[in-house]
T-cell receptor, first 112, second 114 residues
Framework: DAKTTQPTSMDCAEGRAANLPCNHSTISGNEYVYWYRQIHSQGPQYIIHGLKNNETNEMASLIITEDRKSSTLILPHATLRDTAVYYCIVRVARSNTGKLIFGQGTTLQVKP | DSGVTQTPKHLITATGQRVTLRCSPRSGDLSVYWYQQSLDQGLQFLIQYYNGEERAKGNILERFSAQQFPDLHSELNLSSLELGDSALYFC?????????????FGPGTRLTVL
């Protein structure tokens, strides 16, 4: 699975959009980009995943660049409850295992 | 609530002891994963089971073992415990073994080894 690079920490004002970048320059064509988050020692929570098209769900949007070497997770209207560690993970699409390899993630602090 | 349950929530024990952590996956999920989260190592994948059989192994110590039972619940056994085994242990489940599916994580078991 390709390696990912994320900023260690970011701040965001409550009510504003939070844009979390992830670099995965060695991603291969059969690898998905996944985002999970972990709120203060709770179990990680799935947010969204994508292969090459932009994706949106009720939680967030995922923007993947055309060359697929980077992506951005967008939380459109961040709230204090969005304060968490956000993990960007790249994983082979048709793998026979769903194991997730977590990096250090980005600690997002949403401030009032 | 992810639908994944883990017991116990907290466990305090002494070095050299053995403990068993239990996980019940979401209804309908066939695959169970175990992860360890310690302060210095972050979240690490330990082992995966799918429909009762081991599917993938990560950085799991030989002192640790796991199994998945016919009713699909799983147990992680930790023996000869050391101080460094103190960590949060998460179980996750998914419908299938691989592919682009999301995993649902339980609330974790916090293990403290004294």
């Amino acid at each position: 699975d390709a390696k990912t690079t994320q900023p260690t920490s970011m701040d965001c004002a409550e009510g504003r959009a939070a844009n979390l970048p992830c670099n995965h320059s060695t991603i291969s064509g059969n690898e998905y980009v996944y985002w999970y988050r972990q709120i203060h020692s709770q179990g990680p929570q799935y947010i969204i995943h994508g292969l090459k098209n932009n994706e949106t769900n009720e939680m967030a949007s995922l923007i993947i660049t055309e060359d697929r070497k980077s992506s951005t997770l967008i939380l459109p209207h961040a709230t204090l409850r969005d304060t968490a560690v956000y993990y960007c993970i790249v994983r082979v699409a048709r793998s026979n295992t769903g194991k997730l390899i977590f990096g250090q993630g980005t600690t997002l602090q949403v401030k009032p | 609530d992810s639908g994944v349950t883990q017991t116990p929530k907290h466990l305090i024990t002494a070095t050299g002891q053995r403990v068993t952590l239990r996980c019940s996956p979401r209804s309908g999920d066939l695959s169970v994963y175990w992860y360890q989260q310690s302060l210095d190592q972050g979240l690490q994948f330990l082992i995966q089971y799918y429909n009762g059989e081991e599917r993938a192994k990560g950085n799991i110590l030989e002192r640790f073992s796991a199994q998945q039972f016919p009713d699909l619940h799983s147990e992680l056994n930790l023996s000869s415990l050391e101080l460094g085994d103190s960590a949060l242990y998460f179980c996750a489940s998914s419908v299938v073994a691989g592919g682009p599916v999301e995993q649902f994580f339980g609330p974790g078991t916090r293990l403290t080894v004294l």
